[in-house]
Structures are given as structure tokens and as C-alpha cells.
């Protein structure tokens, strides 16, 4: 017999086995009351604690024996069952053990009027029922059991709920970590990349500084007159003098750029004063003269890449002993850049006639420096001007010469080319075109020159493909500088 409490709720009659109900483990709506199954075999005692629990509002159902039990369980959402033991067919252990396996959520609780030890310790391991109450009850007792098995019921349900909840939103969360993680990632090699391309860019607005730099130092000279390549000689020097003495890259670099430019406030000398030996000068060009580094520094000072290089421009007329100008500085006072642009620009300018009358060969020259060690600058500098004139150059080119009409589009000049008289043509890296080509090719045969151009070894080409030097150009790398 199984039956549904018509004193709660709509439903007065029991459902059909065959209908298509929910199931028990779904559990009732949220407005809907807690439905409450009681399995026992006798009439009397389902009449008993269907009276029980109609003032708790609970919906009741109540079924004859095990298998009614089941049957009603398939087809009605329940919240509690209560089972007697003993009843035929199907004991209380059997039945509560097929709840338990089939609707795990729903609260279990066993009653039974016998003290079988055996048979309560089948029903909590095989059943895992929540509460065991021996007939006659305590209504109390039951219905603290009843109301203890719905509150474990809505915790697990909830639990459930929470559970599932918090699998969704860490599934989400995944998703976002996952999407944020691509996003970070691509955002990455998008800063990488654009860092590459910054850093490639500010490499090469270097590079075209220093070109400039270059090329108006031979406008001076083309000004000043002079040795050919005077300017870019005593800028290789000073530099490779001050590695010698270790004074680092930047001081290297500033020294270099100062050698190019250590005459630039000259450019507005007379043309009588440009080639005039300073021991030939009147006094009123001397006082002109002593005043060029303060016009070199005023040139260089705007911009501020050059104003340690502007500070050398100043200084490299000054002596250790006092002597110098246009401050008269002493000793220490004196940064040891400025004393080997002094020693360097010595070197070379007795040798070109920009000292004396006589031009001196450059041991005459090194014996001068020498002479001025220990009063016109440190031992040391002198001493590293001297091993610097025995190094070997730090960068040997591996290259074969070529004439201007082998010249074909696509090769990089290695060394910078040229004129006569010192004139920047072309940088070293620059890239032939068919136009440049052309070009070189007219000016050699119109101003009548032979220039050597410089090959590098097809081995060096590799290497300055990796390096994205000339990636996309022939296997020859050219390097050009006038033929003597």
C-alpha cells in the first residue's frame, strides 16, 4: 500500500506507479513543504506518526513494506524517510541500504522494537542511517530526529549548490586566468617587439648623429685646410688612448666625438688665420685664437648628447703646469680626457704645420710630446698615447680590394669612403643601389680618382647577415676608401 497524506497539501490520491514523476533525489521546490515518507507494515503505527507530524506542516507519505517504499521514492521528490525494522519481504536494512545507493541526500533514520544489536549495526554501515529510535518512541525524540535529518539534508544541498557554484566560477575563473595569461602574453611580445624596434631605432639615430658628426667635421677641414682625414686621425687616437688607460666606454665615445670636432670654433677665422702656423700669428691673432675652444664650446652646448664633449672642446688648450687656456687650470683640475686631447691633437698638428713652420715627422712629433710630460699634461697620458700609437687596430677588416667599376647593387661598405682631402663620400654600412652605383662610378671618372673599394670575405658576410646587417643582400660586403 502506498499513499500520500491528503490533511497536507493539493494532492489527495497516491500517484500512478506508470507516471513519469521526479525523482526523490531532486528534492521539493523552494515554496513547497518538506516531504516526509514513513515505511512500516503496520497500519496502525503509519496512522500514529502520520498524526505526529501534521501540526509540523510536513507533507506525508507512507508506504506498507520495502518495495512500496521504493516505488513511491521513484516517482515523489522526498526529503526524509523514517522505516521500521522488521517488516516482510524487505527488512528496514535492505530498504534504507537502496536509498542510501540511489538517493544518498535524502535523511534516513531506522525505527525498530527489537534489541537486535546485529541488525542496528547492519542498518548504520550497510543503510549509514542518521538516527536510530527504538519503539515506543519519544515524539519529541522523533521529531528533534525528523527536524535534525531535514537541516543535514538542506546543509548538503546547499553544500551541493556551493559546490557546483564554486566549480563554475573556478572554471571561469580558469577561463579568465587562461584568456588574461594569452592576453599578457601577446601583450608581451608586442612591447618585445616594439622595444626591438625602438631600440633598433634609437641604434640607428645614433648612428646618423654620429654620421653627421662625421661629415661636418670634413666640411671643417675642407675650411681649415690641412692633412686630409686630420680630424678623424686624432679622434681614432684619443680614443684608442684612452682604452689604453681604461676610462670607459662613454669617455671613449665622448673623446672620439671631440677629436672630430676639437677644431670647430675655428670655422670663423680668416681665411689669412686658417693656414697661418700658430708661431706666425700677431698677437692680436693669437688673442683670437685663444678664444676658438670658448666658440667651440658655445657650439656644442645646445645640445645636450655633446655637452661632455663641449667641456673637452674647452679644455684641451689647458696645461698641468698653469700655463694653459682659457682657464688656467692646474693638475687634477684637469680631467684626464681633456690632457689626451691635448697630448693627441699635438701629435698630429706639429705634424700638418699647425704649430710651427716646420712639419714634423711623427717621431719629431712623439719626441714633442714627450717633451711636454709633466707640463703640459700627466706622464701617464703620455705614456698611453705611446702604447696606443703600437696597437693594432682593434677591427682588421678581412676584405679584397675592388675599382669602382666592379661596384654592383646590393654591397655594404665595411670602412667609410673618402674624398682627397678627407670629405666623408659614404659611411661605412651604407647599402649600394643601382642609383649610388651609377653615382660613384661618374665621380670617379669625372674628378679623375682611382678609388679602392674593400670586400669583405664571404665569411664576414655570413656573419654580418646574422647580425641583420645585410640579410637581404649579395655574399660580398664592400668597404671603400680612396686609392693612394
Do not use: C
Not at 684626464?336 to 711623427?362: C, H, K, M
Amino acid at each position: 500500500m502506498t499513499s500520500i497524506d491528503p490533511s497536507v497539501g493539493d494532492t489527495a490520491t497516491a500517484p500512478d506507479s506508470g507516471a513519469g514523476v521526479v525523482g526523490a533525489e531532486s528534492g521539493p521546490a523552494e515554496s513547497a513543504p518538506p516531504v516526509i515518507l514513513f515505511v512500516d507494515d503496520e497500519p496502525s503505527i503509519l496512522s500514529s506518526l502520520r498524526r505526529l507530524v501534521r501540526p509540523q506542516g510536513y507533507r506525508v507519505l507512507v508506504a506498507s513494506g520495502g518495495a512500496a517504499g521504493l516505488e513511491l521514492l521513484a516517482q515523489e521528490p522526498v526529503d526524509v524517510v523514517v522505516s521500521d525494522m522488521r517488516m516482510p519481504e524487505m527488512d528496514g536494512v535492505a530498504f534504507l541500504e537502496q536509498v542510501r545507493a540511489r538517493w544518498p541526500l535524502i535523511g534516513r533514520i531506522l525505527l525498530t522494537g527489537y534489541a537486535d544489536i546485529q541488525s542496528t549495526v547492519d542498518a548504520v554501515n550497510r543503510g549509514q542511517i542518521q538516527r536510530h529510535i527504538a519503539k515506543p518512541w519519544d515524539d519529541r525524540d522523533l521529531l528533534m530526529a525528523i527536524q535534525d535529518a531535514l537541516s543535514r539534508r538542506q546543509l548538503e544541498l546547499e553544500n551541493r549548490a556551493l559546490m557546483s557554484l564554486t566549480q563554475a566560477q573556478n572554471a571561469e575563473l580558469q577561463t579568465l586566468n587562461n584568456d588574461l595569461s594569452r592576453r599578457v602574453k601577446a601583450r608581451t611580445q608586442e612591447l618585445e617587439q616594439v622595444n626591438g624596434m625602438l631600440e633598433k631605432s634609437f641604434h640607428q639615430l645614433k648612428d646618423h648623429f654620429l654620421l653627421s658628426i662625421q661629415v661636418f667635421s670634413g666640411l671643417m677641414e675642407l675650411r681649415v685646410g690641412g692633412l686630409a682625414g686630420y680630424s678623424r686621425q686624432v679622434a681614432d687616437l684619443a680614443r684608442r688612448t684612452a682604452r689604453r688607460m681604461g676610462l670607459g666606454a662613454k669617455v671613449e665615445e665622448d673623446l672620439h666625438i671631440a677629436g672630430l670636432l676639437h677644431e670647430i670654433g675655428k670655422i670663423g677665422f680668416p681665411d689669412a688665420m686658417l693656414y697661418k702656423p700658430l708661431s706666425l700669428m700677431t698677437a692680436d691673432e693669437q688673442l683670437q685664437y685663444r678664444r676658438h675652444t670658448l666658440h667651440g664650446e658655445a657650439a656644442l652646448l645646445p645640445l645636450a648628447e655633446l655637452q661632455p664633449v663641449a667641456r673637452l672642446v674647452r679644455s684641451q688648450h689647458e696645461r698641468i703646469d698653469g700655463k694653459g687656456f682659457p682657464d688656467g687650470l692646474t693638475g687634477e683640475a684637469i680631467p684626464p680626457a681633456a690632457q689626451i686631447l691635448a697630448a693627441v691633437s699635438d701629435y698630429y698638428a706639429s705634424q700638418t704645420g699647425r704649430l710651427s713652420e716646420q712639419r714634423y715627422t711623427p717621431a719629431q712629433a712623439l719626441s714633442l710630446v714627450r717633451g711636454g710630460a709633466g707640463s703640459r699634461y700627466e706622464a701617464a697620458v703620455v705614456e698611453a698615447l705611446v702604447q696606443a700609437l703600437n696597437d693594432e687596430p682593434l677591427d682588421v677588416p678581412q676584405d679584397r680590394a675592388i675599382s669602382a667599376h666592379d661596384i654592383e647593387p646590393g654591397m655594404v661598405l665595411a670602412r667609410d669612403l673618402l674624398t682627397p682631402k678627407g670629405t666623408l663620400l659614404l659611411a661605412a654600412g651604407h647599402v649600394f643601389d643601382a642609383r649610388l652605383v651609377r653615382q660613384i662610378r661618374e665621380f670617379a671618372g669625372r674628378e679623375g680618382i682611382r678609388l679602392a673599394l674593400f670586400v669583405k670575405r664571404p665569411q664576414d658576410v655570413t656573419t654580418g647577415a646574422a647580425t641583420g646587417a645585410a640579410s637581404a643582400t649579395p655574399t660580398a660586403t664592400v668597404q671603400a676608401v680612396r686609392a693612394p
